[in-house]
């Protein structure tokens, strides 16, 4: 199974952005797909996970600004992220794993993309 995501970019602060993160090599809607940002010198965390049924969930800090959506004919998950802050900085990381539960860990998932640099200027 292979991730990419692509999409970051360099964005001011209030701006929007998407991100998309294609997957390859086995069946997508059965994954449950995730996305995770790491900051310089912070440990990966939880961003927004989908379901096949499209049902979501969100960290707190980005609930309501950010919005994640699966098209399971393009193999494709995205994050729409509105009212950007310079916080929002970082790596972003697309992820996913046979499961079609919520999963927020990190350990939990099994397929990882290689990152988009996401930067957020005041």
């Known amino acids: 199974v292979q991730l990419q995501a692509s999409g970051g970019g360099l964005v001011q602060a209030g701006d929007s952005l998407i991100i998309s993160c294609i997957v390859s090599g086995s069946t997508f809607s059965s994954f449950v797909m995730g996305w995770f940002r790491q900051a310089p010198g912070k440990e990966r965390e939880f961003v927004a996970c989908?379901?096949?049924?499209?049902?979501?969930y969100y960290y707190q800090t980005v609930k309501g600004r950010f919005t994640i959506s699966r098209d399971n004919l393009k193999n494709t998950v995205y994050l729409q992220m509105n009212s950007l802050k310079p916080e929002d900085t970082a790596v972003y990381y697309c992820a996913a794993a046979p499961e079609l539960v919520i999963i927020t860990a990190t350990m939990r998932y099994d397929y990882w993309g290689k990152g988009t640099q996401v930067t957020v200027s005041s």
């Open positions: 989908i379901l096949s049924s499209n049902s979501t």
